[in-house]
């Protein structure tokens, strides 16, 4: 029965697909993020819907008429640097060709994904509309989480969907801290008051998902994300008292061994797993000073003979004592020492100045629509920007101890953000514009 709903469905969203070239992307995104497959057992497991909705975005954007303005954009130009380097440290591996080029072939595809909404996504509907494709994808999953985690009385382990990125629960953390502010501005964007009820359950659910996943850096994130809403907020005991439920309910949930997990945060250094992250920090970081342009390509630190050979001069990265490295490799456990052994200092460099430039240009979006001669109309530009903002801050938090540095829901993020910033470029330069002619006409009167 499953196999038969998911397939009408998707019949009628390719329908609407080709309608729009916003309404694909935003679909390929949902199905990306969604995983269809992970909910059906029978004949529509097979079917890989993200390709499908992945070529009718390229085919309606290509024969789409009116196509959005194209301006040069940093983050862009950037990032295109940082995939062609990665495609050289990928030709330049240390280890199997066989072993990498798959990793980059799928870092490529999301790359696409990027590419594709910097280029389609600039209006307001749009955006609202791929915001809704994670809503509908990793918001969704959440809140089905954290409905069974209260069902269960706080005994559900909440892990994410099979064969995805996000399924070890530490990973599914940090893709819901980066969704719970872009859940905020849909609530606060939408008017009808049952999707408000339907978002502010999601919002709750989410939290509650999060706790329950037990993972340190996602609590942390989480933990960074309220302080950032408290401070910002005008109405700061209303949301102290939202935060107070629903503190008062996980405290009901929450086993006593979560409290033992989260207890080790303060005594890191005695722990095996931050001390094997501590490890992996070095292993990687050696990797890099062996091949500070090229690195080693991606995970080939993670291949046992590379790990070994790197661990005999951990005792050359002695700024924090750790435990002798062990016999097997671990994952980078941090996006930033992921792309320092991946892809070396240069790698590095261009990966830091995306997440760098995001933040400014979104800095530069709040702070240009907050003067004159801009008004409420474009509040929503604002709002869309900071809670952006936030999202990026979660994923840098959560991201600091978890190997994420090719997160698809990261590169969504960033080319929502560069194409905010392209809109709004747009709408400054056409405001410069009319404002010499206004002028004219002025004196012409006068």
């Known amino acids: 029965m499953r196999d038969v709903v998911l397939i009408s469905v998707f019949l009628i969203l390719a329908c609407f697909a080709l309608r729009r070239s916003y309404i694909a992307v935003s679909l390929w995104l949902w199905s990306g993020l969604f995983v269809p497959a992970y909910w059906v057992y029978g004949f529509a497991k097979p079917i890989s819907y993200n390709t499908v909705f992945a070529l009718l975005t390229l085919m309606t954007y290509l024969f789409s008429g009116k196509k959005p303005a194209v301006l040069f954009d940093g983050v862009v130009f950037i990032a295109i640097l940082f995939w062609l ?87 599914l953390a940090a893709a819901l801290c980066m969704v719970i502010p872009l859940c905020i501005y849909q609530l606060k964007s939408v008017q009808e008051r049952w999707i408000r009820l339907g978002l502010t359950g999601m919002l709750v659910l989410c939290i509650l998902s999060v706790l329950g996943t037990y993972s340190r850096g996602g609590v942390l994130a989480l933990a960074v994300i ?10 700061k005991i209303l949301t102290l008292f939202g935060v107070a439920i629903i503190v008062s309910v996980s405290v009901l949930l929450l086993p006593e061994k979560w409290y033992d997990r989260m207890e080790t945060i303060e ?25 500070p342009v090229l690195g080693a390509g ?15 001069d951990i005792y050359k990265i002695d700024i924090i004592e750790t435990p002798p490295p062990g016999e097997e490799s671990w994952a980078a456990h941090s996006i ?76 969504v993020l960033a080319a929502a953000m560069a194409a905010l910033s392209m809109q709004v470029r747009v709408m400054v330069s056409q405001q410069a514009r009319r404002k010499p002619v206004s002028q004219l006409q002025g004196m012409s009167s006068s």
């Open 336 to 411: 930033y020492f992921q792309v320092l052994g991946d892809h070396g200092f240069v790698g590095f460099s261009l990966f830091m100045l995306v997440i760098l430039l995001l933040f400014l240009k979104m800095r530069w979006v709040i702070v240009t629509l907050g003067r004159p001669p801009w008004n409420e109309a474009h509040h929503w530009q604002v709002d869309l920007a900071r809670m952006m903002q936030v999202s990026l801050l979660g994923y840098c938090t959560a991201g600091a101890a978890l190997s994420l540095a090719y997160l698809e829901l990261f590169w």
């Open 267 to 291: 005594t890191a250094t005695q722990d095996s797993s931050f001390t094997n992250r501590l490890t992996s920090w070095k292993i990687h970081t050696l990797m890099a000073l062996e091949r």
């Open 298 to 312: 991606f995970k080939a630190t993670y291949f046992q003979p590379v790990w070994d050979r790197l661990a005999l």
């Open 226 to 235: 309220g302080c950032y809403f408290w401070f910002r907020s005008n109405k």
């Open 85 to 171: 380097h990665t495609g050289l440290t990928t030709y330049n591996t240390i280890i199997f060709p066989e072993l990498v080029w798959p990793e980059w072939e799928k870092f490529s595809k999301i790359f696409l994904l990027f590419i594709m909404i910097a280029l389609i996504i600039r209006q307001k509907h749009e955006f609202e509309m791929l915001l809704w494709g994670i809503l509908m994808s990793v918001g969704f999953f959440g809140a089905v989480e954290g409905l069974k985690f209260l069902a269960s009385l706080g005994g559900h382990k909440i892990q994410g969907p099979t064969g995805h990125l996000i399924s070890d629960n530490n990973h």
